[in-house]
């Protein structure tokens, strides 16, 4: 289907592949994966269009190879007035339109030969589609996902989660060859992200798929593509298995450092050794064993083992340092109660969006506390979110001693800037070009990202930009809408430790299960026009209940602890503990 051979590619300050090879074969489900920045979406886009692009090596597709995609932004015209049903046959009933114009044209066309070959190519594609069996192929795949209830909805009427899907949906439709979906799971609720499962799942094409989602790595694939410091890596498996045998080849990789640290230390003393005696007489001899141990030595180092894909970097995330008030104590030492302070206050808040309405607001988050928004899409969360930020309403009250930052949706401010990122930080009180490259360096952003402009950055990059900025804020609340959208596997795991551990006030949007789950004291659940609070544990149930098999997610959480109890144990350098976790993780 696809064959990728020694590609290499890159920009004047980033290289982003060198000499990498991999091949898609017709039927597989592929994931690619890596870290952020690495050139994902540009290598999809390569396959897609090689010949935008000038690189070595050869990028080489079926004659036959019919390519589908759906991008990671989905935008669409809320006026146009047509049904969900509608939109998803739209292709179909375009293809029709066109036979019939041609078998017009036959008519009186002088060129037949030029017309016959117009249609029969419309012909072909017809029935590559299966257009003839629209009707039936829509409804089945609206069943899939489901969506059949959606069926004669009109499409400005659906939420932009679901419109998602439907965009993923409508390219499934017309059976492409390769369908390659770019973080399709992006600002997804839990409905639309079982509905984006199914339908992966239940495609007998072949797909190419960027994603970061942990539920879809785990559900959704049986090839992984890992591209990481410009080197590529085929592996044929589900990603857990893939994650299990990069952990044991860590450790193999480990044991077998360890002895190659333990031959070059040898051998270093052995060459300071006959440097020592070749400078105390004159001997060839002794000049050539010098000769020879060095050689051995810089073999040795030459082939000292090199992991791209092993000792994948993460970020260090640390949010705001917040001090703590000492606490009084009366005559006899014991603490005195400490009135608690509501940080932000909404008080009967209502606001109309996309023709809904959220009415009878009311809640309050205290000092201390972590609280995670969380609803379907198109319930207004984002909507509230920016509201307390402007905070100019009379429902909306956030305390004035108080110091906060906000972390805000990819398509704000952020995303559309044209401003370089050395000059947004600069401006937001950072000092010289050498300090900023140190200090984002920790967040996995390298120093060549300095001289670009924020909106060029990928999705993930221009999110740990915000990250990084919060963190040096200083502030004692943060507010944060989808804080993990298109961040790493890594940058994910770093993200939810640091808002676990940080000592302020947070509220966050999430669609995150895995965040909400992990930070959240509590959650405000936007349903039914209003907004309801719930305890983290009933909130868990809930998705188990409607969204995710409870069995799943329980196990993976212990996947995710065995896995920190590994790295701790590397950190250690207890091997034998290591080799007895991973055992045990392959056993989950």
């Known amino acids: 289907m696809i064959q990728v051979e020694k590609l290499s590619y890159g920009f004047p300050a980033k290289e982003l592949y060198k000499d990498i090879s991999f091949t898609i074969e017709a039927g597989q489900h592929c994931a690619l994966i890596g870290s952020n920045g690495t050139g994902k979406s540009t290598l999809v886009d390569m396959i897609m269009d090689p010949e935008k692009y000038l690189y070595d090596g050869k990028i080489s597709r079926a004659p036959e190879c019919r390519i589908g995609y759906a991008s990671q932004f989905s935008i669409r015209d809320k006026n146009q007035d047509r049904t969900v049903f509608e939109f998803l046959n739209q292709r179909f009933v375009e293809v029709q339109e066109q036979i019939a114009k041609v078998c017009e044209e036959m008519a009186t066309a002088e060129d037949m030969d030029e017309v016959f070959g117009r249609y029969q190519a419309l012909l072909d594609l017809n029935e590559a589609m299966d257009g003839d069996n629209s009707e039936n192929k829509i409804h089945k795949q609206l069943y899939v996902a489901g969506m059949t209830e959606l069926a004669e909805t009109q499409l400005a009427d659906v939420s932009g989660g679901e419109y998602k899907v439907l965009q993923i949906m409508r390219e499934m439709l017309l059976s492409p060859n390769l369908l390659i979906l770019d973080e399709p799971d992006v600002f997804l609720d839990f409905s639309n992200l079982n509905s984006l499962c199914q339908l992966i799942n239940s495609y007998e094409g072949t797909l190419l798929v960027v994603t970061h989602n942990r539920y879809l790595l785990n559900h959704c694939f049986n090839k992984i593509l890992h591209l990481e410091n410009c080197d590529l890596q085929e592996f044929e498996g589900s990603y857990s298995q893939y994650r299990c045998a990069q952990l044991r080849e860590k450790l193999e990789l480990k044991l077998q450092s360890i002895a190659e640290q333990e031959e070059i230390e040898r051998t270093e003393e052995m060459v300071a050794i006959f440097r020592k005696r070749a400078s105390d007489m004159v001997n060839p001899e002794v000049g050539k064993m010098v000769n020879a141990k060095q050689s051995q030595l810089d073999r040795l180092l030459a082939r000292r083992i090199k992991a791209p894909f092993i000792e994948v970097r993460e970020p260090q995330i640390v949010l705001p340092e917040v001090v703590q008030e000492e606490v009084e104590t009366d005559c006899m030492g014991c603490p005195l109660p400490v009135e608690e302070r509501a940080l932000i206050t909404i008080k009967d808040y209502q606001v109309e969006f996309d023709s ?31 509201d307390i930020l402007k905070n100019d309403s009379p429902s909306v009250h956030i305390d004035e001693n108080i110091k906060y930052a906000c972390l805000s949706q990819l398509q704000g401010e952020a995303a559309d800037s044209d401003r370089t990122v050395y000059r947004t930080m600069q401006d937001a009180g950072f000092g010289s070009k050498t300090s900023i490259a140190a200090y984002l360096e920790k967040y996995c952003l390298p120093a060549d990202v300095l001289d670009q402009k924020v909106c060029q950055l990928s999705g993930g990059e221009q999110n740990l930009l915000q990250i990084a900025m919060v963190a040096a804020s200083g502030a004692e609340l943060l507010i944060l809408d989808e804080p993990t959208s298109h961040l790493d596997i890594y940058a994910q795991m770093a993200l939810e430790r640091a808002i676990a ?88």
């Open 501 to 588: 551990d940080y000592k302020g006030t947070v509220l966050m949007v999430s669609h995150d299960f895995y965040l909400v789950a992990n930070c959240a004291d509590y959650v405000l659940l936007v349903e039914e026009g209003t907004v309801r609070r719930m305890r983290a544990r009933n909130f868990r149930k809930m998705v188990y209940d409607k969204h995710f098999d409870q069995k799943y997610l329980e196990t993976d959480r212990k996947k995710q602890q065995l896995e920190e109890d590994i790295m701790l144990a590397f950190r250690n350098e207890r091997y034998v503990t290591v080799d007895k976790l991973i055992t045990q993780l392959e056993g989950e």
């Open 356 to 386: 809904e309405l959220l009415q009878n607001v009311n809640f309050q988050v205290m000092e201390g506390e972590k609280v995670a928004i969380v609803g379907a899409n198109g319930t207004g969360k984002t909507t509230l979110i920016k």
